[in-house]
Nanobody
Framework: QVQLVESGGGLAQAGGSLRLSCAAS??????MGWFRQAGGKEREFVAA????????DYADSVKGRFTISRDNALNTVYLQMNTLKPEDTAVYYC????????????????WGQGTQVTVSS
C-alpha cells in the first residue's frame, strides 16, 4: 500500500506562485499525476510525469504556467504553479500508478488526501 502525502497548498494572490509537493512512501517509483477538483465540479487532470521524468503532460488550462517535476531519490513529485488565476482554486490531489496512462486518466490506484489551493483576485 502506497501512501501519498501532499503539502504546499494555501492562499495566493492572482499572479502569484505556489509549489505543491507529494511524497510517496516506499521505494517503488510510480508514474505520478496531479488532479484538482473545484467546488461543485468534477475532478480534472492537471499534469502527469513518468517514472523516468522523460514524459510529462499538462492540461491546456495550465500549460506554460505549471511545471511538474520529481525527485526519485526522495520519491517526491512537485507541481510548481506560477501566474496563478482565481480559476485555479481547487483541492489538488496527487495520484500514483505503475502505468502512466493511469496517472493521466484519473484511474490511478493510489491517491493523496488533497491540499487546498485558493487564489484570490
Amino acid at each position: 500500500q502506497v501512501q501519498l502525502v501532499e503539502s504546499g497548498g494555501g492562499l495566493a494572490q492572482a499572479g502569484g506562485s505556489l509549489r505543491l509537493s507529494c511524497a510517496a512512501s516506499g521505494r517503488t517509483l510510480y508514474a505520478m499525476g496531479w488532479f484538482r477538483q473545484a467546488g461543485g465540479k468534477e475532478r480534472e487532470f492537471v499534469a502527469a510525469i513518468s517514472r523516468s521524468s522523460g514524459t510529462t503532460d499538462y492540461a491546456d488550462s495550465v500549460k506554460g504556467r505549471f511545471t511538474i517535476s520529481r525527485d526519485n531519490a526522495l520519491n517526491t513529485v512537485y507541481l510548481q504553479m506560477n501566474t496563478l488565476k482565481p480559476e485555479d482554486t481547487a483541492v489538488y490531489y496527487c495520484a500514483a500508478d505503475l502505468n502512466y496512462r493511469g496517472a493521466t486518466s484519473g484511474s490511478s490506484r493510489y491517491w493523496g488526501q488533497g491540499t487546498q489551493v485558493t487564489v484570490s483576485s
